[in-house]
Structures are given as C-alpha cells and as structure tokens.
C-alpha cells in the first residue's frame, strides 16, 4: 500500500504493524487533521478501531483497504463509519481517488466541528463579576456538555482556577508556546480539572508592569 502512495500528495507519515498501543495512534494524530487507512482483513478488527477513534479527541477520516469483495463485508464496514474502501490489488487511480474524497470530507467536518459554542465573560470594571458568572457558567455546562472548556485571559487579576479551588503551574501562556506540538497527552497537562470542566489558567506574570 505504501508503494501505491509514492509520488502522489499523499506521502505515508507512520506505519502501525498492529493495534496493541492506540494511545500512540492517537498522539501521532492530533491536532492535524488526518486519514488513517486501515487494513480490513479482519473486518471486526477495523470496526472496533473505527469505535475507538470515535471517543477520541481527534479529526481523522478513515479508509479501509482489502481483497474481501463481499456486500455484507462493505455494509458492516460503512455503518461503522468508514466511508472509502479500496480493494486490492489497487486498479488505477481508485487508491487516490478514495483519499481525495476523504480528504474532502475531512475538511468538511473539521470546519463544522470548529463551530462550538463560544461564551465570552467581558466586565465593564474590574470586581463586576465576570469572573463569578463565567465559573458559574462553565461548571453548569460542564455538567450537560461534554468537552467543556473554561479559559481564564484575564493576565493581569485572572482568579478563575482560584475560584474553582483548582491549583496548576500551567497556563494559556504554555499552551501558545506549546501549540505547534500540540497533542492529547500535552493537553491533558496543560489543562487542569474541576470535575468534567477542564481550566486552561490565566498567567499573571505576563500580566504585572
């Protein structure tokens, strides 16, 4: 397969002999978005990493590849979400032809999914409550929103972690040097919790004159 791949847009960055060590699948993957191609020999086997990459926190298309010509075979695969499936031996363009539509429908989702709610928490006056509400706010919409988020950008008297008695020696200011090798294990440092909400902290010591 990776033969088929030479000389076309789509250079192979990593190869998986096996399954055995997802949360290595998942650092490779984020944050860029990616196409993951799996081999469907076993076809439960691709079924089950196209669940396991549903719960992660990641924008990946997958393409299954295979010499299984079977209906029941492709009909199995698609309900699991897999949309593209090249058999082998590959014929043609179909291999690139698969990954362009991928490619496309990557694209399509990654903007939608981009598109979360935002709430912004700006006071008039220093001491008017902003901070109040937005821990308020936030801890509500942890408790019937998945992947909640609170960012403190208040850098010269942010309080929010504080408020929500949460310590942490991360802050925003972390997370703008570290993005370029953002992954999830990197993220997970970065934020810290107070239950389901996770806090990404203000950095007061960009904040003081």
Known sequence: MTKDLSGTP??????????????????????????LLVDSADVNKAIRIAAWLEDQPVSVELVAFGTDRSQDSALALMRAGIREYVR??????????????????????????????????????????????????????????????????????????FMLRVEHDKSVHDAIEGLSSMDDLTWQRLTARCGDLAILSSDLRFGRP
Do not use: M, N
């Open 10 to 35: 789509f250079p192979v960055k990593r190869e998986f002999a096996d399954f055995s060590e997802p949360q290595a699948v998942s650092r490779f993957l984020r944050p860029a978005a990616s196409i």
């Open 88 to 161: 082998i031996p590959v014929q043609g363009t179909e291999l690139v032809d698969a990954l362009q539509r991928a490619k496309a429908h990557l694209i399509r989702k990654s903007a939608a999914s981009a598109t979360g709610d935002v709430f912004s928490f700006l006071p008039a006056k220093p001491g008017s409550g902003a901070s109040t509400i937005a821990s308020h706010v936030s801890l509500a919409l942890s408790r019937c929103e998945a992947g909640t988020l609170a960012v403190d950008l208040d850098q010269y008297s942010g309080v929010l972690a």
